[in-house]
């Protein structure tokens, strides 16, 4: 089969846009993976409707009771990212600065060309048209997704933007990414060879191919694998794509104060994004660029793809009635019963018996590990709109973004970092963002309370070298009068470093109200070698406010005392961990060591705990 054997209403919708790169494309991907139909999509509600109905039809998805709830499962061990089988393709792997993630681009080519070829028999291939980032911005990267899932096609349409007229604009022009993914041979609807599944990313040519998987992560072209595309464009052209949220808050009266922030996962992404009295503009990738002398965002995506466990009306109140209400909802992984959907930690008793992930389940089944299954995946998700959620903020498709105030990195961290804390300059705050650490947690496979090392909350996407990625990200800063400030927060502080949790779930909006208030300079703070800390008297004022509670000066100097013999270990490990690179910038590595002096300097002064009023 090739272009020619498509019928004519498909072949007129490619012929709209003008464009020999996507026809040859679409041509090559249908010689390639051999499919019995093509079907073309514009942004029509009657194209997104016609992938709605597929995906049920070819059940990929099932129904609920809800309207417009659907069921999508994962094969078993197609839960997550595959890291180990997801790659670079390069020329030169030993120069490409990318580690094991990189292989030779001719031999990953015909390993992939293998497994694509005839991969699609006897289905149907959909050629999809998206837009990363709202339509008609500079921001924006129009993107071509072919696929034979139609749970994939559904769930792009649900998270990205509509991209047909995108394309129409780009009069000819190559500049867009394109993504090729299929499934593989299926039994169950689920897929077969998981050991034969591969994503491969082509730097040379900004496309990524992707085969023999279905988790979203892995398959949905637009999500993590376009991040690693944008990353190289970014530092190419001086602008930065990100693991970010966008949020904005406003406590000062006048406007809206928007923040991004960087949090690996676990560790209170969503939630900050969320927070009671914000506005969300996105929860997981942000692109953000320089116009008139000021950092702008936007949300690449329109919806969220967000770990369901532990959502309930308690915790994620809006997010909880925006999965309990009619509305376009995919769940995935998660336990039925009765077409009602289940989760660990929802809050409302779980049945015993139903169907998940693993097939027939009831309480107590082993796994093919032997160990008791769970009703829901760890992983297991959802997927919707953002502007099915109560506290959406409009500018979430303002072409020109939103005005970026402040960068936060957060990580899990139980002894060294305090609450939260501002950077004392641009180049420091870049160095706290690269020197992100979170702890495992019993969530993950391993050891529990192991560090790792995650720079920017980015380290799984970088296509580009560490040295490079924070070379551009200094460049970034200089290039402004007035760089955006930037954040430490950590909510996960133990009593001594083991006992219970320091804070309290919601306390994080104290720390957001607090930087909004630096931003629109209604406090005044205590500079430390780590950078600017709150105030007794601010915070006293802010948890009564917000959290109807007493906050005791006991709390804040446990809180917030300097644990200076703490820090200097995170640096030691830093400096370990940098000096296994060969591109690191010297003015990076001068900043590590200009922080470690200040720490060894405090220590020498005043001990190796300092309460915060040893600064006043
Ligand atoms: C993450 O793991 O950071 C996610 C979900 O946002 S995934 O699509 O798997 O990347
Ligand atoms: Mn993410």
Redesign the pocket.
């Known amino acids: 089969m090739s272009i020619m054997s498509i019928n004519q209403t498909n072949f007129k919708k490619l012929e709209e846009l003008n464009n020999e790169h996507v026809l040859k494309i679409v041509n090559w991907a249908i010689e390639l993976c051999k499919p019995a139909k093509v079907t073309v999509l514009t942004d029509s509600e009657e194209d997104a409707d016609y992938v709605r109905k597929l995906a049920l039809k070819n059940g990929k998805e099932t129904p609920l009771k809800t309207e417009g709830h659907t069921i999508h499962y994962d094969g078993y061990f197609d839960q997550?990212?595959d890291k180990e089988h997801t790659k670079y393709l390069v020329s030169d792997v030993e120069g490409s600065g990318l580690g094991n993630e990189a292989i030779l681009r001719d031999t990953g080519l015909k390993e992939m060309y293998s497994y694509l070829d005839g991969s699609m028999q006897g289905k149907e291939m959909l050629v999809l048209f998206y837009c990363l980032g709202p339509t008609n911005s500079k921001f924006s990267i129009p993107s071509l997704q072919i696929t034979d899932s139609a749970y994939v096609a559904h769930s792009e349409n649900i998270l990205y933007r509509p991209g047909f007229e995108e394309f129409k604009r780009l009069n000819g022009s190559k500049d867009f990414f394109y993504f090729i993914h299929s499934a593989g041979r299926l039994d169950n609807g689920v897929t077969v060879d998981v050991d034969k599944r591969r994503i491969y990313i082509d730097l040379e040519k900004n496309r990524v191919f992707s085969v023999n998987n279905q988790?979203?992560?892995?398959s949905?072209g637009l999500?993590?694998l376009a991040l690693r595309l944008a990353i190289q464009k970014a530092a190419q052209e001086d602008w930065l794509a990100e693991?970010m949220f966008v949020m904005g808050i406003n406590n000062s009266g006048n406007q809206l104060t928007y923040f991004t922030g960087a949090f690996p996962?676990a560790c209170g992404k969503t939630s900050t994004a969320m927070i009671p009295g914000g506005v969300i503009v996105g929860d997981?990738i942000a692109y953000l660029r320089i116009v008139d002398d000021q950092v702008r965002a936007v949300n690449v995506e329109r919806g969220m793809?967000?770990?369901i466990e532990d959502v309930s009306n308690a915790n994620d109140p809006v997010i909880y009635d925006a999965l309990t209400k009619p509305g376009e909802v995919i769940f995935s992984n998660v336990l039925v019963n009765d077409g009602v959907p289940y989760w660990t930690g929802m809050g409302v008793e779980i049945p015993k018996t139903g169907y998940n992930y693993a097939g027939d389940w009831y309480e107590g089944k082993k796994g093919p590990d032997g160990k008791e299954l769970p009703p829901s995946n760890k992983?297991s998700?959802y997927t919707l709109r953002i502007d099915e959620l109560s506290n959406a903020d409009p500018a979430l498709e303002d072409p020109n973004g939103v005005p970026v105030s402040g960068f936060i990195y957060g990580g899990r961290d139980s002894d060294t970092s305090v609450p939260v804390a501002e950077s004392l300059s641009w180049e420091q705050g870049v160095m706290i963002g690269a020197c992100l650490e979170s702890e495992t947690t019993a969530a993950t496979l391993g050891k529990q309370g192991v560090r790792k090392h995650n720079p920017m909350a980015n380290s799984?996407f970088l296509a580009i070298s560490l040295g490079t990625y924070i070379q551009n990200y200094l460049d970034f800063g200089k290039r402004l009068s007035n760089p955006p400030r930037v954040y430490a927060t950590n909510y996960f502080l133990k009593k001594n470093g083991t006992g219970s949790y320091l804070n309290e779930i919601l306390d994080k909006k104290v720390w957001i109200i607090w930087m909004e208030g630096r931003v629109n300079n209604k406090f005044d703070a205590i500079e430390t070698p780590i950078g600017l800390i709150p105030k007794y008297e601010d915070l006293q004022q802010l948890f009564k406010e917000h959290m109807q509670r007493e906050y005791t000066e006991a709390e804040y100097i446990e809180q917030f005392s300097i644990r200076v013999d703490k820090y200097l270990a995170k640096y030691a490990r830093m400096d370990a961990i940098f000096s296994k690179y060969d591109d690191i910038p010297v003015e990076f590595i001068n900043q590590l060591h200009s922080q470690k002096e200040l720490l060894e300097k405090a220590k020498a002064k005043y001990g190796a705990v300092i309460s915060p009023y040893e600064f006043l």
């Not at 988790?215 to 892995?218: E, F, L, R």
Request: glycine content about 12%; proline content about 0%; cysteine-free.
């Open positions: 997550a990212r988790y979203a992560g892995n949905v999500k993590k693991h996962s997981d793809f967000g770990i992983n998700r799984d």
